[in-house]
């Protein structure tokens, strides 16, 4: 089970990037963002870090019990066990090869059998997020995977589900501004900006 989890997390990722550009700049100017925006990040409610945080912040603010894994920005992801919303999940620190933080992420796992929990966190985080920012730049609606961007200057925040035929997960992330892609020429304009 804990091997179709992590398959489950990975996949989630995947989404991740595929849903927001994970990997591209705001702009096509490859200047590193300003001191400013690296240590900015949006009001992160499962975590009080900012983007200078190390993984010594890291360890400090979530303790010692952790697993690590190999980030998709070339550096060390560090998972941690964290309730968020009174639901067992994980929160994710993912690394660059500068050891550089570039997302910040909490994931929930659930039951395929029952699908309620997952729509109810799921509608709940959404919510929160549109009366924050206002309406996402991004909607992918379909029948295994379901998600949100909002694009801001701070850093892209993603709201992501997936259902496959083993375990259904939702991830919820802050991306840092050198990883988050830019909005669709056509996107609502969220609050934020």
């Known amino acids: 089970m804990k091997k179709k989890i992590l398959t489950l997390l990975c996949?989630?990722?995947l989404l991740a990037t595929?849903?927001?550009g994970c990997g591209s700049t705001n702009s096509s100017d490859p200047t590193p963002a300003s001191e400013e925006t690296k240590v900015q990040l949006p009001d992160c409610p499962f975590s009080e870090l900012k983007w200078d945080a190390t993984p010594d912040d890291v360890?400090?603010?979530e303790g010692d019990k952790y697993e690590t894994y190999d980030s998709i920005y070339n550096g060390v992801t560090y998972s941690f066990t964290k309730s968020y919303l009174d639901n067992p999940g994980t929160i994710k620190y993912m690394f660059d090869d500068k050891n550089a933080l570039m997302c910040i992420a909490w994931t929930y796992s659930g039951d395929i059998n029952d699908l309620e929990p997952l729509q109810a966190l799921y509608d709940t985080i959404h919510s929160s997020l549109v009366s924050k920012y206002g309406e996402s730049g991004y909607h992918n609606g379909g029948s295994t995977s379901s998600g949100d961007v909002w694009y801001m200057?701070?850093?892209n925040?993603?709201?992501a589900t997936m259902i496959t035929n083993d375990a259904t997960a939702l991830q919820y992330?802050?991306?840092h501004p050198d990883v988050s892609h830019e909005k669709p020429v056509n996107a609502p304009e969220s609050r934020a900006e």
């Open 59 to 61: 360890f400090a603010l």
């Open 11 to 13: 996949t989630m990722t």
């Open 153 to 155: 200057e701070t850093g």
């Open 18 to 20: 595929m849903l927001q």
């Open 157 to 159: 925040v993603l709201v």
């Open 173 to 175: 992330s802050y991306l």
